[in-house]
C-alpha cells in the first residue's frame, strides 16, 4: 500500500518567515495530495489540494509543489503568522475509491 | 465549523471495557470515515461506509467494529479495551464514495482514554 513519509516533525520558524515542509510518497499511481492543518482541539480541515496533471498550485500565502518523477512534494507557507501555528499532514491518494494516506504531520510554530 | 458532530468529546474508560462513539456527517454526505491518531503516529485509516455500506477498511482491529444506519449517522465500537487504544479518534464525511476524489471534513475527535 502507499507509505507517505513527511519531514520535517517540528519547525519553529520567525513571525514573517517562510516554513517548507516535505512529503514523499510510495505509490506512483497516487494522484491527489491533500494538506490538512489541524489547529488544537480541532479535527484537520483542509488548506490547499494538487492533483498530479500540474507541478505546482498556489492559495493566497501558501502554496504546494508536486514532483511526480521523485515521488515528492512540498508545502509552502510565506509571510507566516501566529495563526499559522499547527499541526500540518500532507497526504496521497491514487483517486477514486482508493483511501487517502495521510503522514505523521508537522508540528508548525510561528514566533510572534 | 466542518459539520461534522462527534460524541462523546472526551471519554475515560478501563481496560477490558467497551465504548461507542458516535458520528453525525454534514448533511448531505453519504460517506463516513474513521481514523485513529495516536501521539506520533498521524492519521490512522481504520473504515469507510458510504449510504450504509462498508466500502474500505484499513488497520482496524477485531476488537473494533462500526456501523452506519439508515439516518447516515455512524457508531465506532470498541470493545476488550487495552491502554493502547488511548487515542483520538476522528470522524470525517464527503459526498462521495471515495476519500481520494476530495475534500473530507473531520469532526473535532473523541479523545479516549484507557487506565
Known amino acids: 500500500g502507499e507509505n507517505v513519509e513527511q519531514h520535517p516533525s517540528t519547525l519553529s520558524v520567525q513571525e514573517g518567515d517562510s516554513a517548507v515542509i516535505k512529503c514523499t510518497y510510495s505509490?506512483?499511481?497516487?494522484?491527489?495530495f491533500p494538506w490538512y492543518k489541524q489547529e488544537l482541539g480541532k479535527g484537520p480541515q483542509l488548506i490547499i489540494d494538487i492533483r498530479s496533471n500540474v507541478g505546482e498550485k498556489k492559495d493566497q500565502r501558501i502554496a504546494v509543489t508536486l514532483n511526480k518523477t521523485a515521488k515528492h512534494f512540498s508545502l509552502h507557507i510565506t509571510e507566516t503568522q501566529p495563526e499559522d501555528s499547527a499541526v500540518y499532514f500532507c497526504?496521497?491518494?491514487?483517486?477514486?475509491?482508493?483511501?487517502?494516506?495521510f503522514g505523521t504531520g508537522t508540528k508548525l510554530q510561528v514566533i510572534p | 465549523d466542518s459539520g461534522v458532530t462527534q460524541t462523546p468529546k472526551h471519554l475515560i474508560t478501563a481496560t477490558g471495557q467497551r465504548v461507542t462513539l458516535r458520528c453525525s456527517p454534514r448533511?448531505?454526505?453519504?460517506?463516513v470515515y474513521w481514523y485513529q491518531q495516536s501521539l506520533d503516529q498521524g492519521l490512522q485509516f481504520l473504515i469507510q461506509?458510504?449510504?450504509?455500506?462498508?466500502?474500505a477498511k484499513g488497520n482496524i482491529l477485531e476488537r473494533f467494529s462500526a456501523q452506519q444506519f439508515p439516518d447516515l449517522h455512524s457508531e465506532l465500537n470498541l470493545s476488550s479495551l487495552e491502554l493502547g487504544d488511548s487515542a483520538l479518534y476522528f470522524c470525517?464525511?464527503?459526498?462521495?464514495?471515495?476519500?481520494?476524489?476530495?475534500?473530507?471534513?473531520f469532526g473535532e475527535g473523541s479523545r479516549l482514554t484507557v487506565l
Open positions: 470525517a464525511s464527503s459526498v462521495s464514495q471515495g476519500s481520494g476524489t476530495g475534500e473530507l471534513f
Open positions: 505509490d506512483s499511481a497516487s494522484n491527489y
Open positions: 461506509y458510504y449510504n450504509g455500506e462498508e466500502r
Open positions: 448533511s448531505g454526505d453519504l460517506s
Open positions: 497526504a496521497a491518494s491514487s483517486g477514486g475509491y482508493q483511501k487517502v494516506t
